[in-house]
């Protein structure tokens, strides 16, 4: 069997991939290239999961633009370059629904990345994230490397990032009405609660980016989604049930949104795998917020 290597293999996705080679932020520096080098020519992966990345919430996006485009774009390019210079023969890197267009027609599929400026709150990152697909490509004509990307919806799960101010909308609204109910205060929550989003539980992801490892070929990134929007009034709802949280839900509507909605297309993952059960938004928040109260507060937070 071949040697997989998993980078962000203490994140969320990553701890849920099978791999001989986990490495998270600690282990090795993937901004700076000489780290990367040596730690490719030391261990000799054949196979890469890429999954590592600097990612935050809509705010984190906003405020530190510049930090979120630099740490990105060199991570994805160091860690690319290192695969094919050493010889790994598998690639796979994760790209996120925040590249396309923010004014594009849904629903969202690979030929519509670049048609379009993203959306102003996450540009940055989008563009950083973007250019794993003009480098894969680039890979692909020049050195005949099938490196393949992937673009999951908005993952959450276990071991997410459940920063108060900086995190993605799952972990972080678990963790404000956990410290919530804790307290016995309101639950502020940013925007109106009206923009949809698709959701899809990290063990799903998992499962897919390693059938994908080894099935999947093509040049286009593939998207993993189950194309059920939710909205964000219905996200709270289900974790202030899950949470037992009996307080007062208090809506910031001066606070920004984000983008309104971004519906995917998951016919090419369904046409390649149509019995895949996706886990429902009800079990995968029971599952995450079981994890998080078990393991509170040492989590990543």
Known sequence: ?????????????????????????????????????????????EEVIHTAAKVGGVWSNMHYKGDFFR?????????IEAARLHGVKRFLAFLSTCVFPDKVEYPLNPEKIHLGPPHHSNDAY???????????????????????????TNIYGP?????????HVVPTLIHRCFLARERGEDLQVWGTGKP?????????????????LENYTGIEPLIFSTSEEVSIKTLVEMIV??????????????????????PSDNSKIRAFLPEFEFTPLYEGLKKTI???????PNVRK
């Open 241 to 262: 049930e899950l949470l037992n949280f009996k307080g007062n839900l208090v809506w910031l509507s001066d606070k920004p949104d984000g983008q309104f909605r971004k």
């Open 1 to 45: 069997m071949a040697k997989r290597l998993v980078t962000g293999g203490t994140g969320m996705v990553g701890t849920a991939i099978n791999a001989d080679l986990k490495i998270g932020r600690n282990d090795c520096n993937l901004t700076d290239w000489n780290e990367v080098n040596a730690f490719f020519e030391k261990h000799k992966p």
């Open 290 to 296: 079981g994890w998080f109260e078990a393991n509170y």
């Open 71 to 79: 740490e990105n774009v060199l991570m994805n390019t160091f860690v």
């Open 196 to 212: 949809l989003r698709e959701f899809i539980f990290s063990e799903d992801v998992a499962k897919l980016s390693e059938w994908a």
């Open 159 to 167: 071991h997410d990032l459940f920063d108060l101010e900086n995190g």
């Open 126 to 152: 989008a563009y950083a994230k973007r250019m794993v697909d003009v480098q894969l490509r680039a890979y692909r004509e020049q050195y005949g490397l099938e490196y393949v990307s992937v673009i999951p």
